[in-house]
């Protein structure tokens, strides 16, 4: 609210507010979410009304929850300046996230297959390359052995891809496997609705999706294509000094 009318106008709006977000979401780091990096306004896309669906407004009020403060219950904390501090490393990891994305995209069609190969055996797979000519899709043979009781084989197709995995995609891979093995697609997009109903369709085999945004953040957490430090950050402790 501006206390001097003429120059705000005759009309203004008094504004309250009952929280913030600390630290707050910022571009990169939304763009690097599975499920919000694909909603196009956080793309650039102008407008000053635009739906928003409920599985986005459900995942972005999920991140902002716990980052939520109300007026003066952490003030000291900003100022202390572990907000600012947080800020910038999330939008460090944001920003080497996006990198990251981008470096997999610009990947030659057999040296991604070949780092698919890599991030499944970062996941406990024994994973056979089997890409060549005429291989039916299937790009990798993958088996994870739980202690030796059982194991699952699942055929591997890894998909370079700009654009959305449609679902005849998934049902041409659900006619690899036999009964007894699995599917799953890797991809450096995402997945069209059709393709996601599709494989999790009861009654039929099912296909496990790994999507571009889910591959990062997954190479991200194992260090694949990362190094991951560690820091130390001091904070003071009110009281400390006083003798006891």
């Known amino acids: 609210?501006?206390?001097?009318?003429?120059?705000?106008?005759?009309?203004?709006?008094?504004?309250?507010?009952?929280?913030?977000?600390?630290?707050p979401l910022l571009r990169p780091e939304l763009l690097a979410i599975p499920g919000l990096g694909s909603f196009r306004p956080f793309r650039g896309l102008q407008g000053t009304i635009v739906p928003l669906p409920a599985k986005?407004?459900?995942?972005?009020?999920?991140?902002?929850?716990?980052?939520?403060?109300?007026?003066?219950?952490?003030e000291g904390l900003a100022d202390s300046g572990q907000v600012r501090v947080d800020a910038a490393i999330e939008g460090h990891n944001a920003?080497?996230?996006?990198?990251?994305?981008?470096?997999?995209?610009?990947?030659?069609?057999?040296?991604?297959?070949l780092f698919v190969v890599r991030v499944l055996t970062e996941l406990g797979f024994e994973v056979k390359h089997t890409g060549r000519t005429n291989d039916g899709g299937v790009d990798a043979e993958a088996v994870l052995s739980l202690e030796g009781l059982t194991s699952v084989l699942t055929k591997v197709q890894a998909k370079r891809w700009s654009h959305s995995?449609?679902?005849?995609?998934?049902?041409?891979?659900?006619?690899?496997p036999r009964v007894d093995e699995?599917?799953?697609?890797?991809?450096?997009?995402?997945?069209?609705?059709?393709?996601?109903?599709?494989?999790?369709?009861?009654?039929?085999?099912?296909?496990?999706?790994?999507?571009?945004?889910?591959?990062?953040?997954?190479?991200?957490?194992?260090?694949?294509?990362?190094?991951?430090?560690?820091?130390?950050?001091?904070?003071?402790?009110?009281?400390?000094?006083?003798?006891?």
């Open 1 to 23: 609210m501006c206390a001097d009318d003429h120059l705000a106008g005759r009309w203004y709006t008094d504004i309250q507010w009952e929280y913030r977000i600390a630290p």
């Open 56 to 74: 986005v407004a459900a995942r972005l009020s999920g991140l902002a929850s716990p980052r939520l403060v109300s007026p003066g219950v952490q």
């Open 95 to 113: 920003a080497v996230r996006q990198d990251l994305k981008h470096a997999i995209e610009a990947l030659e069609p057999m040296a991604f297959e």
């Open 165 to 176: 995995v449609p679902g005849r995609i998934v049902r041409e891979l659900r006619g690899a």
């Open 182 to 244: 699995r599917g799953l697609i890797v991809t450096t997009a995402e997945f069209a609705p059709e393709a996601i109903r599709e494989a999790a369709a009861e009654g039929k085999a099912r296909i496990g999706l790994l999507g571009g945004d889910t591959l990062v953040r997954t190479c991200a957490e194992r260090g694949i294509g990362v190094d991951r430090r560690h820091v130390v950050v001091l904070e003071p402790i009110p009281g400390d000094l006083r003798l006891q």
